[in-house]
């Protein structure tokens, strides 16, 4: 069992950057896949990375490719989110979510959720 927590999210101008982290707390963090997904006002929560346990893999969401980097540091439990060139619509709460079992882009298939992070993008 993991307990992600978010942090790293803030206020930035377009075309900016931020960088998120999720830190799980638990000896078995390189077993559980994990993604990040986001959730605008009005909106359905939205798949925006996932990365294998190894790191080995990873993808991403059309709308943030060559913009965002997953990445993964299993020695210190935390996986994070690099994101350049940040747009307006990005503004959304980034939640982290991780998974023993299943790795995709369908978040109700994730077990382990944080509490998320506001990331407001300014124009």
């Known amino acids: 069992q993991v307990q992600p927590v978010e942090s790293g999210g803030g206020l930035v101008q377009a075309g900016g950057s931020l960088r998120l982290s999720c830190a799980a707390s638990?000896?078995?963090?390189?077993?559980?896949?994990m993604g990040w997904f986001r959730q605008a006002p009005g909106k359905e929560r939205e798949f925006v990375a996932d990365?294998?346990?190894?790191?080995?893999?990873?993808y991403y969401a059309d709308s943030v490719k060559g913009r965002f980097t997953i990445s993964r540091d299993n020695a210190k439990d935390t996986m994070y989110l690099q994101m350049n060139n940040l747009k307006p619509e990005d503004t959304a709460v980034y939640y982290c979510?991780?998974?023993?079992?299943?790795?995709?882009?369908?978040?109700?298939?994730?077990?382990?959720w944080g509490q998320g992070t506001q990331v407001t993008v300014s124009s």
């Open positions: 979510a991780a998974d023993r079992a299943y790795f995709g882009s369908t978040w109700w298939e994730y077990r382990y």
């Open positions: 638990g000896r078995t963090f390189s077993i559980y896949a």
């Open positions: 990365i294998r346990g190894s790191g080995s893999s990873a």
